[in-house]
């Protein structure tokens, strides 16, 4: 509760991409499985989280994950529920990504590790998910850097991310008028951030020959 700023912005969005991505790739491989109760679960999930905004979501995370909690245990940290949130709605768009990466395999690959006398799971661990993750690492950073500027929602739960900084900022009397001035530093934050995932993301695309056979 301590943090704000630029920092809790990083935080939310570097855990809100770790926790979803496994998430993410769970409902994918759920919505493809051939038993009904997981494939209609992944799906309803899928589609639900992508059908409501992320105000919705962290409203629910703010106000409903108390409830499921035992009465005895402590209340968790509004940061908290907060990343829980941004996980539960980052997964479905990251599960979209991902079965967009299963969907690109060739069926060859598939056969050859039945030839290696591989199991299904073993099969998709080593040697599908590896191939559909690469290709679609544009995906995954496009996700990246637009969860990195959707942090600026968590304001309306009462965390101090870099935009709310910004606006506090000019609610203080000595800093009246200087509203041009502080956005433009905002705004020159999150390009420079943004400039710098997408420059990452292209030289890990380079490096793992993404879009080269």
């Not at 009904?36 to 409903?64: C, H, N, Q």
């Not at 850097?145 to 739960?157: G, H, M, Y």
């Amino acid at each position: 509760s301590l943090w704000g700023g630029l920092l809790l912005t990083l935080m939310l969005t570097i855990v809100g991409n770790i926790g979803s991505l496994p998430l993410g790739i769970l409902l994918a491989l759920g919505r493809r499985s051939k038993l009904p109760i997981i494939k209609y679960f992944s799906i309803g999930y899928i589609e639900l989280i992508r059908g409501v905004p992320l105000v919705t979501i962290l409203f629910m995370a703010d106000l409903l994950l108390p409830l499921f909690l035992p009465a005895d245990m402590a209340r968790p940290d509004r940061v908290l529920r907060a990343m829980v949130g941004l996980i539960l709605f980052e997964a479905a768009y990251q599960a979209e990504n991902v079965r967009g990466g299963l969907q690109s395999i060739n069926r060859g690959q598939y056969e050859a590790g039945q030839a290696l006398g591989l199991s299904g799971a073993l099969t998709m661990t080593l040697i599908i998910l590896p191939q559909a993750l690469r290709a679609v690492i544009p995906a995954l950073f496009n996700s990246f850097i637009s969860l990195f500027k959707d942090t600026s929602l968590v304001a309306i739960i009462g965390l101090f991310e870099l935009l709310r900084i910004g606006r506090a900022v000019l609610a203080q009397s000595e800093w009246l008028g200087t509203h041009r001035e502080v956005f433009l530093f905002l705004f020159m934050v999150y390009w420079v951030f943004n400039l710098a995932f997408t420059y990452g993301s292209r030289r890990i695309e380079e490096a793992q020959g993404v879009g080269k056979r």
